[in-house]
């Protein structure tokens, strides 16, 4: 059973760019959430969702930023205009249901030139 | 919100040693203590829970103790092995899922076990 897929795991873009991360979840798995973690701290969190729902989004910054779920395919999260201090890793994590544990991806680490 | 503390933020030891990390929470609703160990360029790995009706829970060289009154928990690793040289993260939630809120993490422990 593959584990939760991030692309790229790498991404560089420059200042003005748009940058679009994605996640596939773990199979059977049907609730996503993303974090970020800044060089030398946790990890903070950005949004929970479930397929074609955002049910928390009290992390996220209230411009830029945007994730969704669809019902096909993975969830994205898109951050638009990019600026130097949204250079950060980005991870996500799914859960089979409501109760149970987060397993995490690998990350996305990006990078604002 | 909750807010987790961890300390130290880097742990030395000599192979075979144990190691001790600690996190307070500020929210006594939390009820559930998870703990990930993150390797270099890696993502986060669960090793360890425990939820707010058990004190203490072991897997082999791993056990976590949780003290409700105090708002308290710990990572215990006995016999340390340089695998174990990782960041490792507490978290804490309302939920053994993370819920709605997700999980609120410590800043992290960077563990070097010395050869």
């Known amino acids: 059973n593959a584990g939760v897929m991030q692309n790229p795991r790498h991404l560089v873009r420059r200042r003005g760019q748009e940058a679009r991360l994605r996640c596939s979840p773990m199979k059977g798995h049907s609730h996503v959430y993303w974090y970020r973690q800044l060089p030398e701290e946790g990890l903070k969190f950005m949004v929970y969702l479930q397929k074609e729902n955002i049910i928390d989004e009290s992390g996220m910054p209230k411009e830029r930023f945007s994730a969704e779920f669809p019902k096909e395919g993975p969830s994205i999260l898109r951050i638009q205009q990019v600026v130097r201090g949204d250079s950060a890793a980005y991870f996500c994590?799914?859960?089979?249901?409501?109760?149970?544990?987060?397993?995490f991806g690998p990350g996305t680490r990006l990078t604002v030139l | 919100g909750e807010n987790v503390e961890q300390h130290p933020s880097t742990l030395s030891v000599q192979e075979g040693d144990s190691a001790v990390i600690k996190c307070t929470y500020s929210?006594?609703?939390?009820?559930?203590f998870p703990w990930y160990k993150q390797e270099l360029g890696k993502g986060p790995q669960l090793i360890i829970d425990?939820?707010?009706?058990?004190g203490e829970k072991k897997d082999q060289r791993i056990a976590v103790t949780l003290n409700k009154t105090a708002k308290h928990f710990s990572l215990h690793i006995t016999e340390t092995q340089p695998e174990d040289s990782a960041v490792y993260f507490c978290?804490?939630?309302?939920?053994?899922?993370?819920?709605?809120?997700?999980?609120?993490f410590g800043k992290g422990t960077h563990l070097i076990i010395q050869p």
């Open positions: 425990i939820r707010s009706n058990v």
């Open positions: 978290a804490a939630s309302m939920d053994s899922g993370g819920g709605a809120d997700g999980l609120t």
């Open positions: 994590a799914s859960s089979r249901k409501y109760t149970d544990t987060q397993y």
């Open positions: 929210d006594s609703a939390s009820n559930y």
